[in-house]
């Protein structure tokens, strides 16, 4: 498709070389003009394309180009293109690298990108990328090699052979791509293992002491030299070991390529703070049921430790101790004012009765018996 540009002055000192210039651009804009139908398309027109691994011309089955090739050597394959749209469609067809997202989910290079491992080793017709103009509908078989250098390293070389067609759609260009993952396992010290890394954890408090939860937060690397997927489960323990039969995670764990880092995110809910807690996870690695099984897969585990007191439980019942406590002594207090009390009422009694009452006495009368 071709590309025109719109020439830019910086300057026009005089009123021609202003006409000029705008001659010019209308020359160009009448040249965008006369051109745009040549790339209009009917309102129903559809955009599509699809690939496959093939043999002898017809699809194969594969879901994946895998393959185990030594250093210097070669080999030929072939993919099955197909223009799956209504119109003529230019497509592109090269093998590119692989390599994990931020997220940790499988991505290709860009179109443009230059791949520097498995996909800079395949070639079509001795050609980096092969182009194809298929009509509406039409399939067609092409033939590719892979040429292992002589110097690659032992393990997995991960990437993928990919289909692009640009095509506009209105005022930009869309570059749309399917792919088909390519591995090339090489021979030598084949090594499978996940590590985590590191991991955090931190306890959420809810006015239900029974109900908290729990945030774990772990970084998982591919430390060995083949692709893992892997089956992940998340569990905690509390005191002495004992593990809590709920809750617990299972996260996903897609394939994660060599040298590769993923981030994982687990949330339990339903925890109680039982005032120490060991989220503890539990990974084995896993591999494609189409890859090249690895000598041995070895399931890895790591924990972390966190405090979960149930504060709002402790100040539950620190303030009714507190009552309890008050009210004893309270009543300790009451029980010794009256038995105080009832000690000085007893001795007053006693002091009354010791002491003689004057109205219980008459006075002798003067002269009386004479």
């Known amino acids: 498709m071709a590309s025109y540009t719109v020439p830019t002055w910086t300057s026009a000192a005089n009123p021609a070389a202003r006409l000029a210039a705008a001659a010019l651009a209308l020359a160009a804009a009448a040249t965008l003009l006369s051109v745009a139908p040549a790339v209009s398309a009917r309102a129903d027109d559809t955009i599509g394309i699809s690939g496959a691994p093939a043999k002898a011309g017809a699809a194969d089955g594969r879901t994946r180009f895998t393959y185990q090739v030594g250093p210097g050597q070669h080999l030929d394959d072939e993919y099955l293109v197909k223009n799956t749209g209504s119109t003529r469609q230019t497509v592109t067809v090269f093998g590119t690298d692989a390599f994990n997202t931020d997220d940790g989910s499988w991505g290709l290079l860009p179109t443009d990108d230059t791949a520097k491992d498995v996909g800079g080793w395949v070639s079509f017709g001795g050609q980096p990328r092969a182009t194809l103009d298929l009509a509406a509908g039409e399939t067609r078989a092409v033939a590719f090699s892979v040429d292992v250098p002589a110097d690659a390293g032992p393990g997995d070389h991960a990437g993928g052979v990919v289909l692009s067609a640009v095509s506009p759609d209105g005022q930009v260009l869309v570059d749309r791509r399917v792919a088909t993952r390519l591995y090339v396992r090489v021979p030598g010290d084949i090594q499978a293992a996940l590590t985590v890394s590191s991991m955090e954890a931190d306890y959420g408090y ?106 709002l439980l402790l100040a539950v019942l620190l303030a009714v101790g507190l009552v309890i406590l008050v009210t004893r002594l309270r009543a300790r207090a009451d029980a010794r004012r009256a038995e105080a009390w009832m000690a000085h009422v007893a001795e007053q009694a006693r002091s009354d009765a010791a002491t003689p009452n004057p109205a219980d006495s008459s006075p002798e009368k003067i002269g009386a018996g004479r």
Request: glycine fraction near 8%.
């Open 206 to 311: 809810s006015w239900n002491p029974l109900d908290g939860t729990v945030v774990v937060k772990m970084t998982v690397k591919n430390t060995g030299n083949v692709a893992l997927g892997g089956l992940a489960v998340v569990k905690l323990r509390t005191w002495f070991g004992f593990g809590l039969a709920s809750p617990e995670a299972r996260p996903d764990f897609p394939e994660l390529l060599p040298g590769n880092v993923r981030e994982l995110t687990v949330t339990l809910h339903g925890v109680p703070a039982l005032g120490y807690l060991e989220p503890t996870i539990s990974l084995a690695p896993q591999i494609s049921p189409d890859a090249i099984q690895p000598p041995s897969l070895v399931t890895t585990e790591r924990s972390t430790s966190l405090a979960a007191v149930p504060w």
